[in-house]
């Protein structure tokens, strides 16, 4: 059996699911493309983040791309003006709260992003100007725990209003909007620890 493989750029307010069982209506993946019988998403994206998901029908391929080698790189816009020391203690690991107990980040990379690449886009509107500056901060994990992301720039007191996910491996969001899907032959994954 060939496999078949997916880039996509899911949107803000999409589930990263093709099912939804709750009584309230949700936006699935489904409604963006007509995907084979099978296909599953690789690891998530909240309903409020956006970016890049890649999706597959092969599970070997699944985790192979979820596993600790393998990079994924945010962008995340922060409440207020993101300070050097900040992104210091992002880099050496931050405690952050994981299903219940404490838990410190492994190292990473993250650094201040003074100007945006295109294909982030505009997104949703975050707030009014008025209500105080933002800034975006880099981060590049090669873990995963529920919202780490979010919780990490929180736990160095700037939290999160926008996160994209902009790379998983040498995979990127460049070239692809909002919504879009492209079926790619297969994923080339170097291993990067």
């Given amino acids: 059996m060939s496999h078949r493989h997916f880039l996509i750029h899911k949107p803000h307010g999409y589930l990263s699911q093709f099912i939804y069982e709750k009584k309230r209506h949700k936006k699935l993946l489904g409604e963006l493309y007509s995907f084979p019988e099978g296909t599953m998403a690789i690891g998530r994206l909240d309903e409020d983040s956006e970016g890049l998901l890649l999706l597959t029908t092969?599970?070997?391929?699944?985790?192979?791309?979820?596993?600790?080698?393998?990079?994924?790189?945010?962008?995340?816009q922060v409440d207020g003006m993101i300070r050097p020391e900040a992104v210091t203690a992002l880099q050496k690991g931050v405690?952050?709260?994981?299903?219940?107990?404490?838990?410190?980040?492994?190292p990473c990379l993250a650094e201040i992003i003074t100007e945006l690449p295109d294909f982030i886009g505009p997104g949703r509107r975050i707030r009014d100007e008025r209500h105080g500056p933002t800034s975006w901060v880099s981060i590049t994990l090669t873990e995963g725990k529920y919202r780490q992301v979010r919780k990490m720039t929180a736990a160095v007191g700037f939290p999160t209003l926008r996160l994209v996910?902009?790379?998983v491996g040498n995979l990127s969001l460049q070239n692809l909007n909002a919504g879009t899907v492209r079926e790619v032959d297969h994923f080339d994954l170097p291993e990067q620890v």
Avoid: L
């Fill in 95 to 106: 405690e952050i709260g994981v299903k219940g107990t404490r838990y410190t980040t492994r």
């Fill in 58 to 76: 092969d599970g070997v391929m699944s985790e192979k791309v979820r596993s600790k080698k393998v990079a994924k790189e945010y962008y995340a």
């Fill in 165 to 167: 996910r902009v790379r």
